[in-house]
């Protein structure tokens, strides 16, 4: 049974106990214990992965995805060739179009040092924004500057729970002169390479001339979508046929499921896109019978009249959800804003959860040992950043067990949950503590505040 222990901040509550060896968690999930002593390597210079007769070292970023391996090196293959990334007038930061040599677009990259409040950010709206309201400045459930681990990470998940909503998204390391750099970085490379084609045989091997390479996130680039309100807009005057309707809700609830568990602080209908190829209207050809004479007893002649008789069936609609930078925060928020779900006042955040989505993550989130190979996914990616905190990270993972116990509880209700009750349902974290040696308690706790704006 339960231990109930009552805090002043909250209610918190021993869900259960687990007495195996310190390397295992409940019921046989195995958990990787870092020791206290163990050195940290974190480098944002260190390779991708390591060094090997198989790896192509013409090439900075090796993964042991080939097709996203082949990708990769075309974005480094035409920077090399001078093709350099284009930045990304819209939003709030430093982002770049990835191109191949022949001027198609592959991807985007986003720099950590150039996310909203990097501090080579080259739009100046953050900058006002600090300068002019540093009481609201950031969002304080978050770890400044990981966005890029944060994109990174809601790939990792959505690929772990086969959605496939998110396009395939990595740590890379990319230099170009279309980045931001600061003027010593571009004086510094300036005067290397100056001295390198003076001396190519002493200083030309030692200097590669280059800029400094940027770590971030790189997506790959889908092509034919539009932002998602604007086909839901159109989809109103316009109704879908009844096969791809409820293909959209699938996809729909899909993308909550993924939303919900990265407890993503940025979902609008705007950073989320559709693709609808819907099939052309069904016609058949009538044969009306039409005489070309006056006599009544000649053989008509027929005339074919096409006529739509059926609305069109078929055809395919997917989704795509970019934009996953501001996900994993390491509490609820709880103070100014609520940074709640947009797509929870959408009309399909209103029917229940259908038996599809059930029947493909369900039994996945049931199981704990599932959950846990997502955590340890996610620390490895994490531990790359340089800044990594294992204290923070473990914060990061208690809201989204919170989030996974929430989403079980609602796709397993017999009361027919929706995406809004969903959304609704109490914010909670589950954390795990250890109480002595081998002994760990997996413990919820319900947030305490709620913040001053409940609807933005």
Same mark, same amino acid.
């Given at each position: 049974?339960?231990e109930?222990?009552?805090r002043?901040?909250?209610d918190i509550?021993v =869900?259960?106990?687990s007495t195996?060896?310190?390397d295992s $968690?409940?019921?046989g999930?195995?958990v990787?214990?870092?020791s206290?002593?163990?050195k940290k390597?974190?480098s944002?210079r260190?390779p ?5 007769g198989n *790896?192509d070292?013409?090439?900075v970023n ?12 075309k974005a ?11 930045r990304?007038?819209?939003g709030s ?5 990835v ?12 720099p950590?040092s150039e996310?909203?409040?990097?501090h080579?950010?080259p739009?100046?709206?953050k900058w *006002?924004?600090? =300068?002019c ?5 950031g969002?304080s459930?978050?770890i400044p500057?990981q ?13 772990k729970? $086969?959605?496939?909503l998110?396009?395939k998204?990595?740590?890379?390391y990319l230099?170009s002169?279309s ?15 100056f001295f390198?084609e003076? +001396?190519p045989d002493?200083c030309?091997?030692?200097?590669? $001339?280059e ?5 971030g ?5 889908v092509?034919?979508?539009k932002?998602?309100?604007?086909? =839901? ?8 046929p009844s096969?791809l309707?409820?293909?959209?809700q699938?996809l ?8 919900y568990i990265?407890r993503n602080?940025?979902? $609008?209908?705007?950073?989320w896109?559709?693709k609808c *190829?819907?099939?052309?209207p069904v016609?058949?050809?009538s044969?009306?019978?039409h005489?070309?004479?006056?006599d009544?007893q000649a ?5 074919a ?8 069936q ?5 989704v795509a959800a ?7 925060p390491?509490?609820h928020p709880d103070?100014?804003?609520?940074y709640?779900f947009y +797509?929870?006042w959408?009309p399909?955040a209103?029917k229940p959860?259908s038996?599809?989505i059930k029947e493909?993550v ?5 199981d704990?040992?599932f959950?846990?190979s997502?955590v ?5 990616l994490?531990a790359?950043?340089k800044?990594f905190d294992?204290?923070m990270?473990?914060r990061q993972m208690?809201?989204?067990?919170g989030q *996974?116990?929430?989403?079980?509880g609602?796709?397993?209700?017999s009361d027919?949950?929706t995406p +809004? ?5 109490p914010?909670?974290t589950v954390?795990?503590?250890v109480t002595?040696?081998?002994?760990r308690n997996?413990i919820q706790k ?5 913040p001053?704006f409940s609807?933005?």
């Amino acid at each position: 049974m339960a231990e109930r222990i009552n805090r002043e901040e909250a209610d918190i509550t021993v =869900l259960y106990s687990s007495t195996e060896d310190e390397d295992s $968690g409940p019921s046989g999930v195995e958990v990787k214990v870092k020791s206290k002593h163990k050195k940290k390597v974190n480098s944002e210079r260190r390779p991708l992965v390591q060094q090997d007769g198989n *790896v192509d070292t013409r090439y900075v970023n090796n993964f042991e995805d080939e097709s996203f391996n082949a990708i990769i090196h075309k974005a480094e293959d035409a920077i090399a060739a001078g093709h350099n990334p284009e930045r990304i007038s819209q939003g709030s930061s430093g982002s770049y179009f990835v191109r191949n040599c022949e001027r198609v677009k592959i991807g985007v990259f986003k720099p950590k040092s150039e996310e909203p409040y990097g501090h080579l950010n080259p739009k100046w709206t953050k900058w *006002v924004h600090k =300068l002019c309201c540093p009481c609201c400045f950031g969002r304080s459930c978050l770890i400044p500057n990981q966005g890029y681990l944060s994109e990174a990470g809601a790939s990792i998940v959505d690929e772990k729970l $086969g959605l496939n909503l998110v396009p395939k998204t990595k740590v890379v390391y990319l230099t170009s002169h279309s980045f931001y750099y600061p003027c010593n970085d571009r004086c510094n490379t300036q005067i290397r390479r100056f001295f390198a084609e003076l +001396w190519p045989d002493t200083c030309g091997k030692k200097f590669s $001339g280059e800029l400094p390479l940027k770590v971030g996130s790189f997506q790959l680039f889908v092509n034919g979508y539009k932002d998602a309100q604007e086909l =839901l807009d159109e989809f109103v005057t316009k109704p879908l046929p009844s096969d791809l309707e409820n293909e959209l809700q699938f996809l729909f609830e899909k993308l909550v499921v993924l939303d919900y568990i990265i407890r993503n602080t940025d979902r $609008g209908n705007d950073n989320w896109l559709i693709k609808c *190829v819907c099939a052309q209207p069904v016609a058949e050809t009538s044969f009306i019978p039409h005489s070309t004479t006056s006599d009544p007893q000649a053989t008509p002649l027929f005339q074919a009249t096409p006529q739509v008789l059926q609305p069109p069936q078929g055809g395919e609609i997917s989704v795509a959800a970019i934009d996953n930078g501001l996900a994993f925060p390491f509490k609820h928020p709880d103070e100014w804003r609520a940074y709640p779900f947009y +797509w929870a006042w959408l009309p399909m955040a209103r029917k229940p959860f259908s038996d599809k989505i059930k029947e493909l993550v369900l039994d996945k989130l049931k199981d704990d040992s599932f959950v846990t190979s997502i955590v340890e996914e996610l620390r490895v990616l994490f531990a790359e950043d340089k800044g990594f905190d294992s204290s923070m990270f473990e914060r990061q993972m208690s809201v989204l067990r919170g989030q *996974v116990l929430n989403l079980k509880g609602a796709l397993s209700s017999s009361d027919k949950k929706t995406p +809004w009750d969903l959304a609704n349902m109490p914010p909670a974290t589950v954390a795990i503590t250890v109480t002595g040696p081998g002994k760990r308690n997996f413990i919820q706790k319900f947030r305490s505040s709620r913040p001053f704006f409940s609807w933005c």
